[in-house]
């Protein structure tokens, strides 16, 4: 009699050896066999069990992700776009100085430090580097250093694992900053029949990220080289609104790089990603889009609330005078939709391209009624033309 596949055999095959591995680091502390070895997922040893935490963990093996919506948000609120909106406000830290460190308008970080304050959590993961130069997950319990892990780091940050180490640990509360991909894997432990373990109840709050893609560690250290900027010396990076140029800043200088060799170093996974705004966290923030000029801009963020614990963190942050929160405009806010499905679309043709049919869409589900919405769409444009 044939045995069934393992879990983590069926990870290799159907995730790993298809390029869609985003290096969320949800596989990966759950066991000895499963490790990141630069910004690579690998399996040293094979497991049997079949039905591992590995494989109903990754955000890149099918699942209800309808099922999932319904448990976690009101599905009236859900946008096929963007998923639940509860609200949708332009927002910033009110403290300069914290904004003066973080991306843009210090949001997630102005976030979490209310978030702990409050005793909402007590602790928070975010994304650090290594002594490798390379982005990892990391518990900090003081609200006072979050500020020093602000920023955006375009690399792929494995975050998911720094939860899994946590799980064995001391009862915590824990908020976790999670890209797209991310916030799923998390999803997909909240909600999963398997996991079933009470540790996942430490995790109390997500913040997400909005996310267009991640950058392989190798083939943008190589981009560094070109430029001849080293890792090291390298302070931040940002994509301006309205320029099709990623800044690249150290202490001395700003280095602008063109797109087209930015689009050459982002992680293959990413081109069938359709989630561009974190659909499955409680509030998701991205860098502000709205009429201003592009230095007002980069001061705020676009935050989407999702679930009534984002709103309960989000209007805490108002009361306590950490957050600035204003209407966005209603452009604004179909731009968003826009370049959302924008980014769903070009992921199923990618996903449709790569599977070779249509009936066939890797990890997602033609039942999905966000998925088959997008499908039908470009059905139609396919009819038109
Ligand atoms: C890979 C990536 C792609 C992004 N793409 C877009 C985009 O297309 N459009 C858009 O509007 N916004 C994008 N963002 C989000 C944007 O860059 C800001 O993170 C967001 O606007 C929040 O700004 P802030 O000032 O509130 O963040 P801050 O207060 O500076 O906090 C940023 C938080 O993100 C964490 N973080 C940094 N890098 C990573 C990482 N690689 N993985 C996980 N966590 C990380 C930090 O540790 C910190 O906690 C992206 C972010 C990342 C990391
Ligand atoms: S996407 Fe995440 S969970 Fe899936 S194989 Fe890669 S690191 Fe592991
Ligand atoms: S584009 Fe999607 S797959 Fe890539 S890092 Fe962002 S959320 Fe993850």
Redesign the pocket.
């Known amino acids: 009699m044939n045995k069934k596949p393992g879990s983590q055999t069926k990870l290799k095959k159907d995730v790993l050896e298809q390029s869609l591995c985003t290096g969320c680091g949800a596989c990966v502390s759950l066991c000895p066999y499963q490790v990141v070895y630069h910004d690579r997922t690998v399996q040293l040893h094979d497991c049997d069990l079949t039905d591992g935490k590995c494989y109903a963990f990754c955000p890149r093996t099918p699942a209800d992700y309808g099922q999932i919506r319904e448990s976690l948000f009101d599905v009236s609120e859900v946008t096929p776009e963007i998923g639940a909106v509860k609200g949708y406000y332009l927002s910033r830290a009110a403290d300069p100085a914290l904004r003066a460190k ?8 102005g976030l979490l430090e209310v978030a702990i304050a409050e005793g909402l959590i007590d602790s928070a993961i ?2 650090s580097r290594n002594e490798e130069l390379e ?1 990892e997950g990391r518990l900090i319990e003081a609200k006072s250093q979050l500020c020093d ?9 494995p ?1 998911v694992a720094a939860f899994n180490r946590l799980m064995g640990d001391t009862v915590r509360k824990v908020g976790v ?3 797209p991909c ?1 916030a799923l894997a998390l999803a997909k432990m909240k909600t999963a029949v398997i996991s079933n373990d009470s540790k996942i109840n430490q995790l109390n709050l997500v913040i997400g ?6 950058l392989s560690v190798e083939s943008f250290h190589r981009l560094l080289q070109q430029y001849q900027i080293s890792p090291e010396a390298l302070t931040g990076m940002d994509i301006p609104a309205g320029k099709n140029i990623l800044e690249l800043y150290t202490n001395e200088s700003v280095t602008s790089v063109s797109m087209a060799e930015v689009d050459a170093c982002v992680r293959t996974a990413c081109h069938y990603c359709i989630d ?1 705004t974190a659909e499955f966290a409680d509030l998701s ?3 502000a889009r709205f009429g201003g000029d592009c230095d007002e801009m980069r001061g705020w ?1 676009q935050i989407i609330v999702r679930s009534e614990l984002g709103k309960q963190v989000m209007e805490l942050a108002v009361d306590r005078g950490a957050l600035e929160i204003r209407e966005a405009p209603a452009s604004a806010l179909q731009n968003l939709k826009n370049a959302a499905a924008e980014k769903k679309r070009k992921a199923l043709k990618n996903i449709i391209e790569k599977s070779r049919s249509v009936k066939n869409l890797l990890y997602l589900n033609s039942d999905d009624p966000v998925v088959r919405k997008y499908l039908s769409i470009d059905k139609k444009r396919k009819g038109k033309s």
């Open positions: 973080a991306q843009h308008g210090g949001t997630v970080t975010v994304s982005q892990y602000a920023k955006s780091k375009f690399t792929v940050s975050t900053v999670a890209t991310q990220l909005f996310c267009g893609w991640t561009s923030v991205g860098a963020n």
